[in-house]
C-alpha cells in the first residue's frame, strides 16, 4: 500500500513535469485542463466531480493534440496509472480529422521520454497480457522526446512532436 510521502512525491513529480512541459513549449498555443480533484474532504468525499480528458489541449496551427502527461519510475508505466475516462476520451477524440491524441511518458529513473499515439498504446493493451507498457517498447515504436537538463529542471525539444 501507498504511503501519504510515497503519493505526494509523485503528485509532485507529475506536477514538475508538466511544468517543465509548459516552459517547453514553443510559441504555439498550449491549454491546461483544470483538475477536478478539488474538494474540501480530499477526492474520496466528492459525490460527483468533472473529468477532463487530458492534461493539455495544443494546437499548431494545423493539428490539434490532446496529451495526457504521465511520469513513472522504472522502466514502465503501469495501467493502474491511468484513468479508464482518459483512454475512452483520448480514443474518442483521435477520429476526428487534424487531431493527435496520446500520451507523454516521462521516466525519471531512465531520463528519456516518449510521446505514445492513443492508437499505438490501443494496441499495445490489445495484443499484450502485460499490466504495463515498457520503456523497451516506446523505445521501438513511439516518438523520443529529447531532454535536456538545464541544472535542476529538464527542457524538452517538442519541435518534432508538434513538427514546427
Known amino acids: 500500500m501507498e504511503t501519504n510521502y510515497e503519493r505526494d512525491v509523485k503528485m509532485k513529480s507529475g506536477k514538475l513535469f508538466e511544468t517543465e512541459f509548459k516552459n517547453s513549449m514553443p510559441d504555439i498555443i498550449c491549454e491546461r485542463f483544470n483538475d477536478g480533484s478539488s474538494s474540501w474532504g480530499g477526492n474520496n468525499q466528492v459525490r460527483f466531480q468533472a473529468t477532463s480528458p487530458c492534461d493539455y489541449i495544443v494546437f499548431n496551427g494545423t493539428t490539434l493534440f490532446y496529451l495526457e502527461l504521465k511520469v513513472t519510475k522504472g522502466k514502465s508505466l503501469s495501467f493502474a496509472n491511468i484513468k479508464k475516462h482518459q483512454i475512452e476520451d483520448l480514443t474518442k477524440r483521435s477520429n476526428y480529422k487534424s487531431v493527435v491524441c496520446g500520451f507523454l511518458i516521462k521516466f525519471s529513473d531512465l531520463a528519456e521520454c516518449y510521446f505514445v499515439t492513443i492508437q499505438e498504446f490501443n494496441y499495445f493493451v490489445n495484443n499484450n497480457e502485460r499490466k504495463s507498457i515498457p520503456a ?29
Open 136 to 164: 523497451e517498447y516506446l523505445k521501438d515504436k513511439c516518438l523520443n522526446i529529447p531532454m535536456e537538463l538545464k541544472r535542476t529542471r529538464y527542457n524538452y525539444i517538442l519541435d518534432e512532436l508538434f513538427e514546427i
